[in-house]
């Protein structure tokens, strides 16, 4: 799919802005409106376009572990063990990739001991089909705007496991979220129509959800191998994970043209990075210029290609 330097700019800008209004857009642009909405349908039509994700915070929900596991299967059940994941409640998102594991997954837990609970049960399951597995238990995990189209400086990151209590929510705040969790630009006057609540309340409740922090921003899930771009993760194992470690990586990792993610946790590795390339000698000199930036401090870094990453929900309901 070829894109033109517009394309490119608005799919930057889309990635954490697509709930403004299609005029704000147009005029951020100078552009008519006409345009903005035809170029939005082709890329929904041409399947570049695969959700409209919103970012929760999960502590806010009573979720307060966010867990990585990657898993070695063998190749005859992979996708069964795949679609069993894709099924569970508190499975976020599942994906192939080449490396060490073919699997990954993505959970959120109320809390260590229901992971334990429900993990360990699906791995005495399935123990004749998983050959080996490891866990990231996630302390901080960040998305940062898509540099690599040129995102607008205006941009933020944000950052989705942060200790707090647990928010009162109502059933209509819960009605709203779960269906922006289905489509994140779904119009308020079709929320208002699905919750029986009116558009007034809406905005109202939308703006609170907003500044509370229960909603953190949105972000589009793009088929990105549709314009030739590939995800890589850099698995990092740091000699001694500080504070004032993690917050020069991280300051490297918002200013690095290709990395798109970031998480610290618990395991035995420290620390995830997540890279967008085209060509394979951006992914090398990414990994270069993580290895010269903190050449003293890594102790080991490993490397997954993301072959594909299926379906994505973001509430655990």
Same mark, same amino acid.
């Given at each position: ?14 990635y ?15 552009? !008519? ?7 939005l349908?082709?890329y ?12 929760f ?5 009573g ?12 190749g005859e ?30 959970f ?6 229901? =992971?334990? !609970? ?11 089909s998983i ?15 898509l ?12 950052g ?9 929510? !109502? ?17 308020i ?5 699905k919750?029986?609540?009116? !558009? ?30 590939? =995800? ?12 004032n470690l ?10 690095h ?25 951006e =992914? ?6 993580f ?5 003293k401090?890594?102790e ?9 990453e ?8």
């Open positions: 799919m070829k894109l033109d330097a517009l394309d490119k700019k608005l799919i930057s800008y889309l954490h802005h697509y709930r403004e209004p299609l005029t704000k857009i147009a005029k951020q642009f100078k552009v !008519s409106r006409d345009q903005i909405e035809y170029r349908r082709k929904e039509k041409e399947g570049l376009i695969k959700k409209y994700l919103t970012i915070n999960y502590p806010l929900l979720y307060r572990e966010f867990i990585v596991a990657w898993l070695k299967t063998t059940n992979r996708g069964a063990i795949k679609r069993e994941f894709e099924a569970m409640k508190n499975v976020i998102s599942v994906g192939e990739v080449i490396g060490d594991y073919d699997l990954f997954v993505d959120v837990f109320r809390d260590k001991y229901e =992971f334990e !609970s429900v993990f360990y049960s699906f791995l005495e399951k399935n123990k004749a050959l080996a597995h490891s866990m990231f238990i996630t302390t901080y995990a960040g998305f940062f705007p540099k690599t189209f040129g995102a607008f400086n205006a941009e933020k990151t944000y989705m496991v942060n200790p707090a209590s647990q928010a009162e929510l !109502s059933e209509k705040d819960l009605s709203i979220l779960k269906l922006l969790e289905k489509n994140g630009r779904t119009r006057i079709d929320i208002a129509k919750t029986g609540i009116s !558009s007034e309340l809406i905005v109202y409740k939308l703006k609170q959800l907003y500044k509370n922090k229960v909603i953190l921003g949105t972000r589009i899930q793009l088929d990105m191998e549709k314009l030739g771009f590939y =995800f890589g993760v850099l698995k990092i194992k740091l000699r001694n994970q500080t504070e993690k917050k020069k990586i991280e300051f490297f990792c918002e200013r043209a290709h990395v798109n993610a970031l998480s610290f946790g618990i395991s035995d590795t420290d620390c995830l990075v997540q890279v967008l390339y085209q060509e394979e000698n =992914f090398r000199q990414a990994i270069r210029d290895n010269r930036a903190f050449e401090e890594i080991q870094i490993q490397i997954l290609l993301i072959e594909n299926g379906k994505v929900k973001t509430l655990p309901y």
